[in-house]
């Protein structure tokens, strides 16, 4: 069973979205039931996988049986398993939330979400360059189509700002590649760890331009500024669902970055070593602060939580440029960081529903009903996106400033990681007492520009809330969070051990090279 679990979390969602794609009479109920057993399928074969790899095993699955590194191959490790399970858990409770009405705002959105996973599992487990680029398009596709549904001007507008972007990064994307395989001879992740640190004298150059244009297209994916000003208004203004989903999305752009810094830009490498380690650390830094900035500027809840999404990043990509304690670190982050934003999200589209004028902006309004209930979810989200205790973000921002000890940069580091919490703190206590506690008498139907933050069509008004999918996906991510924190240890040495690992390539090229020269 062990030797077909590498390809099990790419065939489950291409499967249930083939299924949906071939009937697509079926009634909404139905879909939404097949979509959420879906993603409970594709958890139950993430954790087995994880399961399988926990110990150190390596899993490799070769498409066709063509030996590496001419065929295409699917790699299992800790980082890639651990990734894949993150993504499954995230993404089931978006689908439950999105069950509540905001799927019904377009066509096929069950089948174009199950695409999405499709194609972020296949980007997490491949083995070789071209396919990681095959995978960024599937989910890029995907996600064009997702960051439209429903339609509206300003989703519209941000929606063709994020596509031609990413075009340009595909272009750049092959380019890399390219390059890459002029230089080195080969697209396969661990044959090109093995050739870097013997790359002829005259190809060097070749090699340094191809693996920095990578960096600058996994620098796009995952909105590393400079090339982040696209993401806040795209996830300001998708539906929430899709923003929850979304937060992950940007983190496969830091997997990359992880991925091929410590496999083939490794100290290993040659005169290859450490290409991206005078850029990473400042750009995460100035990534980090400009996001912090961006969140106290917000004028709404989603517009905030995009911010913090690009603030997330910052602090991810500041401890994988830690070493092997920093990557530790990060790794135990990064799911909180996903969760925390992905609740953010769904809370401001519960908000917007709720205020009649404002939706979601931080101007006053009726008081919501249940406010007691919104409020406390509101603070307890605000808790653990500040990376505050006892929730699972201060710990990883503990670990975090443990990796600085003795690097260089180490007072930069602690003061901007501390700066950016307490600014991150005072945007989203203003925002808390702004759409809790700024209540006035309005007219509901009061015209407002505000109000088209909501991005619906005339034609196509917001389902009423129910409440109960609502509750049932915000307090499922919220759980995630809490048991992240109360398996903090057992989390932190799989955090470790998969760091470890990362840093011993020799393991990971035979896994998939096996004897071969």
């Known amino acids: 069973m062990n030797l077909h679990l590498p390809i099990l979390p790419i065939l489950a969602p291409f499967l249930a979205g083939v299924l949906l794609l071939a009937l697509p009479d079926l009634p909404m109920p139905l879909r939404r039931r097949i979509a959420v057993l879906s993603a409970s399928i594709q958890i139950a074969i993430a954790a087995a996988l994880l399961a399988a790899v926990g110990g150190g095993e390596i899993l490799v699955y070769r498409l066709g049986d063509w030996p590496a590194p001419w065929g295409i191959v699917l790699v299992a490790d800790r980082l890639a398993a651990w990734m894949v399970l993150i993504t499954t858990l995230l993404a089931l409770f978006a689908v439950i939330y999105a069950g509540d009405g905001l799927d019904r705002r377009g066509r096929h959105f069950h089948v174009l979400f199950q695409m999405q996973m499709f194609g972020l599992a296949g980007a997490f487990l491949t083995g070789d360059l071209f396919n990681l680029f095959v995978f960024f398009e599937t989910l890029l596709i995907a996600s064009y189509g997702l960051l439209l549904h429903g339609g509206g001007r300003d989703r519209v507008r941000a929606g063709l700002h994020y596509v031609v972007l990413n075009l340009i990064g595909s272009t750049v994307f092959l380019f890399a590649a390219g390059l890459i395989y002029a230089s080195l001879g080969s697209l396969n992740l661990a044959d090109i760890a093995t050739r870097a640190a013997q790359v002829a004298p005259e ?184 990376g505050l205790p006892p929730l699972p973000g201060f710990v990883g921002k503990f670990l975090l400033l443990r990796a600085t000890h003795e690097h260089p940069a180490q007072m930069w580091i602690w003061g901007v990681i501390l700066l ?98």
Do not use: C
Not at 305 to 327: D, Q, R, Y
């Open 203 to 386: 190809n060097l150059g070749l090699a340094r331009a191809g693996g920095l244009l990578l960096l600058a297209v996994f620098a796009l994916k995952a909105a590393l500024l400079p090339l982040s000003l696209w993401l806040p208004a795209a996830y300001a203004h998708t539906s929430a669902p899709v923003a929850a989903l979304f937060a992950i999305m940007t983190k496969v752009g830091a997997y990359a970055i992880l991925r091929v810094d410590t496999l083939v830009f490794a100290g290993a490498a040659g005169a290859l070593a450490d290409l991206f380690t005078p850029w990473l650390l400042p750009l995460a830094l100035a990534t980090l602060s400009f996001g912090m900035l961006g969140a106290l500027a917000a004028q709404n809840l989603r517009r905030l939580a995009a911010w913090l999404v690009v603030a997330s990043v910052g602090t991810l990509l500041t401890a994988f440029s830690l070493g092997t304690e920093g990557i530790a670190a990060g790794l135990y982050y990064l799911p909180h960081g996903s969760i925390a934003a992905a609740l953010l999200f769904l809370l401001a589209e519960s908000f917007a529903r709720r205020r009649p004028v404002s939706a979601d902006f931080f101007t006053p309004d009726r008081d919501m009903p249940h406010h007691a209930l919104w409020g406390g979810l509101f603070f307890a989200s605000a808790v653990a996106i500040a």
């Open 420 to 517: 950016a919490a307490l600014v991150g703190v005072i945007a989203l206590a203003r925002a808390g007492s702004r759409l809790l506690f700024s209540v006035t008498t309005v007219d509901p139907g009061a015209p407002s520009p505000r109000a088209t933050a909501i991005d619906t069509r005339p034609e196509d008004p917001p389902d009423p809330p129910s409440g109960a999918r609502e509750l049932v996906a915000i307090l499922g991510l919220f759980g995630l969070l809490v048991a992240l924190a109360v398996a903090a240890g057992p989390a932190v040495d799989f955090a470790r051990a998969t760091a470890a690992q990362l840093g011993a390539r020799a393991p990971y090229i035979h896994a998939v090279l096996g004897d071969q020269p």
